[in-house]
Each structure stands twice: as structure tokens, then as C-alpha cells.
């Protein structure tokens, strides 16, 4: 009720007072039902019109026809004094009958003979009637200006000749009259369903004023116009599902993030052009939990929750973001921790190197220096030259050879195949390569780590493409796991700092983006896991 209040106060300034909705509806009803009343009085008239054309237009024809064959009459009619003669007759037809009127028209249509004595020598109103032809004949006719059923029956002489006409004509009763003589029941059925209609009309407006909680048609527009806006505004993407997994909200952000126009509305969630694992979390995500998923062209993180109504559930929303950018940034700075890692094993290194030197300085071993010393540059040498000898690109090459060397710090080996070959790369994709060979070397390090013989070999060439192939002696990845390791970027240190969990999504995002691909397979010979990644150079 506060809501309801607090909008009528927005919109009473702006809008004229107007009826309520229920009160609308109730008005309505009541004008639905006083026509539908109207209707049934029409045709209730309509009817006992046509009765009493039928009966009483036959019952003037018999009055006529009994007035016409009296002897008196056909005796009389050339009498001087007819009118005088034969007005005892026509009374006694009018009384008997309960007609309005019965006259005698001569051959020239002039009234001879009449129950209203104010007739005499009138002109008949004989309107379409054929009697003059020898029938008899019953109709409509305007007599005096009231309408009436008229019978009309011709007095024949020997020869055929009409020597006489006998009308007999009643008025048409009111439209009360008329209603009144279909009974009482009609009168009564009538009332029953007025009452009946203005207590359904009242019921209605009770039920739909209840339905939309007392609000009015202005503050049920003003609300679903500030949804609309609230909901194509906002920057976040939603998308809402019913349970029958039908698409029922897509505001515009998450069109453009899902890559659908505004007609999947009214779709099911299957018959739009999903990702698979949208598609799956938008029907069976787990509701509470934010998940990031990877897509062709994006990362975004989605929060799914289910929706009720009254407590009744009527589907679930989806929030989603971009989260592109954040998985860039997360992956920048897990390049940056893997090299001060790097710089930290390199310090840790060379300070036992210095020690050693010291150590043979203070011993007077020059000759022991300068061979340790020897050892030390040569073996820098050599992995420095086992990686420029193969990869141009001074990125690259900075890359693999901070990375040997942190991994060797935690036991693992790393060599670079010799088939190895790599020119030199334009900065922005040099970029994008060492986010996948890093985030490849970094996971093939964390799953080989502490295992018996670890090692990782890596392939690059650039024959066909950029293609690099990062195969480790881990327990390698189930053939159930394979896409969803890139969907979701599951980790198996989830705990780690540095944005970790989201590397191999990240690789699989960086390689759609180019057109190219990723996947994994079983590495030969090891029993680990090979990642396979594509990049187009263009």
C-alpha cells in the first residue's frame, strides 16, 4: 500500500483525477449487461410483434369474413339508410372481436358504414391491400396514424363484382404492452440476470483491483515504462528465464555481450545462438555462485539467482559482465608475479653463487673461482642460445628464458624443441602470444611440479600460423574435462594469488579473438597433457 501511495503522489500532479480501474472495469460490465438487456427486450418485442401479425391478422380476416357473409349486410348495402341499417352490425364485430375498429368502404373507397361515426365518408386507408381484385387480404396499415393489423374481405355480388368491402383492424400494442404480454417469467428472468450481471461486475472489479494490487492503469504503465528503462540502461547484462526455460527478459547490455538481437525474447533458450556453457548455466547454473565463463570473443562473469513471485517460483535472472579487461589485468599481473618470482629464484641463486665465491676467495683457490665462474657463464650461455638461436622475437625469447628458470628452481625441466622457430612478431600480437605460452608454462609447471622426472617441452613454429605446443608430465585431463577446462578455467589452486583459475579461458578468448584455437590432448610418451594453441598471424 506505501508503494501504491507513493506513486499516486508522483502522478497526481501530473495527471487529471481519473476513474479508478476497477471502477472503470465495473462500468463496463454494467454497460455490457444493460445492452446485452436491451437485447434481450428486442428480440422479446421482435417476437411478440411477428405473434400478433400472425394471430391477429388471421383473427380480422375471420371478424371480416363473418361480418361480410351476415345476410342483413348483403341485404342492406344499397339501402339509403345504411349506415344507420348496418352500425349494429359493425358494433357487434368490434365488441365481439375486441377490435379497434371494423367499417364498410364502398367500391370507391369511401367509408359507408363505421364504428367510429366520425369516419363516415372518409376515404379508407386501404394501403397495399388487393381486396378490390376479389381476395381477401391482411396487413399493416396506418389508420388515423396508429398502426394496426387490418383485415380486409370483399362482399361479392352473382356476377364476381366487389360490391363491398369489410375492415376489420386492430391497433399494435405498446412496446410495455408488448413485453408485458410475454409474462410474467420474461420480467422476472430479466431482473435475475441484471442482478446476477451487476453482482458479477462488482466481483470482478474486487478481483482485478486485488490482482494489481491497487494500483491504476497510469501506475501500472509508469511502472512497466520505468522497467523497460531501468532495464536497458543499466550496464550489467540480464537475462531472465522462466521454467519452461523460455527467454522472457534480454535487456541490452546482454545482447550485445551475448551477441543476440532483441528478437530471442519469447525463444527458447536452446533455439538462440548460445555458447554451450552460457547455455548450460543459463538452465541448470547453480544459483548463489558467481561463475566466469569464456566465450569466442568474451570473459564474463555471471551471477545467476532464482526469481518468485508470491512465493511461487517463476523463473531466474541473470546478471552478467564483461570481466575481459579484469581477466587481462589478472593475467598482467600473474605475467609480473611470474617474473619477480623469476628475479626472486635468480636472486636466490646468485647469492649462493656469490657465497661459493667468497667462499673459494677467502680459501685462495683462484684457480676454483675461475672455473666456477666458467661453469656459471656457459650454462647461462647455453640456455640463453637454446632460446635466440630458435625464437627471434626478443619478447618471446625473454619470456622462455625467465620461465626455464624459474621452473627449474622448482625442480621441473623445461626445453625448448629443436624444431622450434619463430620470427620476429608486431608488438600487439607478440603480446597476446606470451599471455597463451605464459599461462600455458605457468599451468604445465603447477600440475608437474614435485612429480617423478617433471619436465615440460615446448614447441613453436610458425610455418602455417603461429602454433605452440606446450606438452607436461601431469596426470594429464579427462576427455570429460577437455572443453570445460577452457569454459570455466578450472585450476587445481584455486587459493592462488595472482588471479589464477582463469588461464586456460584466457588462452582459449586470446586465440578466438584471432581467429585460431585451442584444445588439449594426451602428450605422447608421457602421460601427461598437451595444449595445442593456433594463431593466425593475421
Known amino acids: 500500500m506505501r508503494t501504491k501511495r507513493n506513486l499516486s503522489s508522483l502522478w497526481s500532479p501530473l495527471h487529471p483525477r481519473v476513474r479508478s480501474l476497477a471502477g472503470q472495469v465495473l462500468l463496463l460490465q454494467l454497460v455490457v449487461v444493460g445492452v446485452v438487456l436491451l437485447a434481450v427486450a428486442a428480440v422479446s418485442v421482435h417476437q411478440s410483434t411477428v405473434e400478433f401479425r400472425d394471430l391477429q391478422g388471421q383473427r380480422m380476416i375471420a371478424v371480416a369474413e363473418n361480418v361480410a357473409s351476415t345476410p342483413v349486410v348483403r341485404d342492406q348495402l344499397s339501402d339509403r339508410s345504411v349506415e344507420r341499417v348496418l352500425a349494429p352490425e359493425v358494433d357487434r364485430a368490434v365488441n365481439l372481436s375486441g377490435a379497434t375498429l371494423a367499417e364498410i368502404v364502398a367500391p370507391n373507397g369511401a367509408v359507408t358504414v363505421s364504428s367510429d361515426p366520425t369516419r363516415l365518408g372518409v376515404p379508407a386507408e386501404l394501403g397495399a391491400s388487393d381486396v378490390m381484385t376479389g381476395r381477401a387480404w391482411s396487413g399493416d396499415v396506418d389508420v388515423d396514424g396508429r398502426h394496426a393489423i387490418v383485415g380486409h374481405v370483399p362482399i361479392l355480388s352473382a356476377t364476381?363484382?366487389?360490391?363491398?368491402v369489410v375492415s376489420v383492424s386492430d391497433d399494435y400494442p405498446s412496446i410495455w404492452d408488448l413485453l408485458s404480454s410475454a409474462g410474467a417469467r420474461l420480467l422476472?428472468?430479466?431482473?435475475?440476470?441484471?442482478?446476477?450481471?451487476?453482482?458479477?461486475?462488482?466481483?470482478l472489479s474486487r478481483r482485478i483491483k486485488t490482482h494489481t494490487r491497487g494500483l491504476e492503469i497510469a501506475e501500472i504503465a509508469s511502472l512497466a515504462d520505468h522497467r523497460e528503462a531501468l532495464l536497458h540502461s543499466i550496464r550489467e547484462g540480464v537475462v531472465a528465464v522462466n521454467p519452461d526455460g523460455v527467454i522472457t527478459v534480454l535487456n541490452d547490455s546482454a545482447q550485445e555481450l551475448l551477441d543476440l538481437t532483441s528478437d530471442a525474447v519469447g525463444r527458447h533458450v536452446d533455439d538462440v545462438a548460445l555458447d554451450p556453457a552460457v547455455r548450460q548455466y543459463l538452465l541448470t547454473g547453480e544459483d548463489g555462485r558467481d561463475v566466469v565463463l569464456s566465450t569466442s570473443s568474451r570473459m564474463l562473469a555471471l551471477s545467476r539467482r532464482a526469481a518468485t513471485s508470491q512465493g511461487h517460483k517463476i523463473g531466474t535472472v541473470t546478471t552478467m559482465r564483461d570481466s575481459t579487461e579484469l581477466a587481462s589485468m589478472q593475467s598482467q599481473l600473474s605475467s609480473h608475479k611470474s617474473v619477480t618470482d623469476t628475479l626472486r629464484a635468480q636472486t636466490h641463486e646468485f647469492a649462493n653463487q656469490l657465497h661459493t665465491i667468497s667462499g673459494l676467495t677467502q680459501l685462495g683457490d683462484y684457480d676454483a673461482v675461475t672455473e666456477f665462474v666458467g661453469t656459471l657463464?656457459?650454462?647461462r650461455a647455453e640456455i640463453s642460445d637454446a632460446v635466440t638461436q630458435r625464437i627471434s622475437d626478443p619478447a618471446v625469447a625473454a619470456l622462455l628464458i625467465a620461465k626455464t628458470s624459474l621452473a627449474a628452481e622448482t625442480g621441473v625441466?623445461?626445453?625448448?624443441?629443436?624444431?622450434?622457430?619463430?620470427?620476429?612478431l608486431d608488438p600487439e600480437l607478440a603480446t597476446d602470444v606470451i599471455t597463451v605460452l605464459g599461462n600455458l608454462i605457468d599451468n604445465a609447471v603447477d600440475v608437474s611440479e614435485g612429480g617423478r622426472d617433471a619436465r615440460i617441452s615446448i614447441r613453436i613454429t610458425d610455418d602455417d600460423g603461429i602454433l605452440i605446443e606446450v606438452a607436461d608430465s601431469g596426470p594429464g585431463v579427462p576427455e570429460t574435462m577437455r572443453e570445460e577446462i577452457f569454459s570455466r578455467g578450472v585450476t587445481s589452486k584455486p587459493g592462488t594469488p595472482g588471479g589464477r583459475g582463469i588461464g586456460l579461458a584466457l588462452v582459449r578468448l586470446v586465440s578466438s579473438q584471432h581467429g585460431g584455437s585451442a584444445a588439449v590432448s594426451d602428450a605422447p610418451g608421457t602421460?601427461?597433457?598437451l595444449f595445442t594453441v593456433h594463431v593466425p598471424r593475421s
Open 413 to 424: 625441466a623445461l626445453t625448448l624443441e629443436p624444431d622450434s622457430h619463430l620470427h620476429a
Open 527 to 529: 602421460g601427461g597433457a
Open 188 to 203: 422476472l428472468y430479466l431482473g435475475i440476470g441484471a442482478g446476477l450481471g451487476l453482482l458479477g461486475s462488482w466481483l
Open 160 to 164: 364476381g363484382d366487389v360490391l363491398a
Open 377 to 379: 657463464t656457459r650454462r
